[in-house]
């Protein structure tokens, strides 16, 4: 059975090491031409971070149904941030078997996007009743979004860019929203057709996921669905649609589901590091699309899009939360 390769990305913190970001900058390439997804170790977050997060994230989720309610994602408004629960998020059309907390950039009411009323910036909800998970998710944020900034100097590299290629260009001030999602145990009567999150790309430009030891997390390969399991301390990272864009195809953005057959709640904890809202999306300079529709669920073309980042992820999140859409995105 096909694996992911998983990628040391160290020398990415060490500007100095022109050697080891070459080697991280090939090892990337070749995953993202062969499967888009790919393990990283070197990321810099310690195994007492990850545990934390998982156990005060077991917490919240052990709460009441009305405690967790009292950070709804209805209150959240033009944020989008806050609590659902299972079956309040669709895929497809489709209701997710899982429940989530959806967090973000951290804004002020003062900053100048939330005083513009800028769709996806603004304020965090945080359970009342568990201020430790606080805590506990911006310690990890943190290390997770220096990881990312770091992972797209090696992306860079990989093009034959500049190291600060995209950090100048598209994530001077990047879209960084993070989630928190548990996927209750199934019964032995569950529907078999149901899946915790169906197939679907991620709309950015990467994504790192943490995930607890229960997995089921699936992957389509080449040659067919393929898993990818947890490692202890590892990232799993993937590209989403506007990598794919830029890079005219050369990157793809491959689609995954999920299904939790462990019999245990299962936690994931995707980061999603992407283009500033505003930035415009065309593909790099001398780039041939390469790619269209072939191979995705949805028979869409990344290729066919063409305006800012934030035009596209608005396209994509209404069709996630549809009852929200009047209070948070008109």
Known sequence: MATLPVIEMS????????????????????????????????????????????TQSRRFFALPEEEKL????????????????????????????????????????????????????GANLWPPALPELKVAAEAYMAGATRAAAALMEGFSISLGLPDDYFRDAYTTEPTVLFRIFNYPA?????????????EHTDYGLLTLLAQDRFGGLQVK?????????????????????????LTGGRYR??????????????????????????????????VAITTGADGRWDGASVHDFDGT???????????????????ALT
């Not at 060490?14 to 031409?33: M, P």
């Not at 934030?310 to 209070?327: C, E, H, I, T």
């Open 11 to 54: 020398p990415l913190f060490d500007r100095a090491d022109a050697v080891g970001r070459a080697r991280v900058a090939g090892e990337i390439a070749g995953a993202c031409e062969a499967h888009g997804f790919f393990y990283l170790t070197g990321h810099g977050i310690d195994l007492a971070t990850l545990a934390d997060l998982e």
């Open 70 to 121: 009292r950070i709804d994602m209805a209150r959240g408004g033009r944020a989008w941030r806050g609590y659902f629960p299972v079956g309040g998020e669709l895929t497809s059309g489709a209701p997710d078997q899982k429940e989530g907390l959806y967090l973000g950039t951290d804004l002020a009411a003062d900053h100048s996007r939330v005083q513009a009323r800028m769709p996806l910036h």
């Open 186 to 198: 199934q019964g032995p009567g569950a529907d078999a057709r149901s899946w915790g999150v169906g």
């Open 221 to 245: 390969a080449p040659g067919g669905w393929i898993e990818a399991p947890p490692i202890e301390g590892a990232l799993v990272c993937n590209i989403g649609d506007m990598l794919e864009r």
């Open 253 to 286: 953005s491959t689609p995954h589901r999920v299904r939790n057959v462990s019999g245990h709640d299962r936690l994931s904890f995707p980061l999603f590091f992407d283009p500033d809202f505003n930035a415009r999306m065309a593909p790099l300079p001398g």
């Open 309 to 327: 980042y934030g035009d596209y992820l608005l396209s994509k999140v209404a069709k996630v939360f549809p009852n929200l859409v009047d209070d």
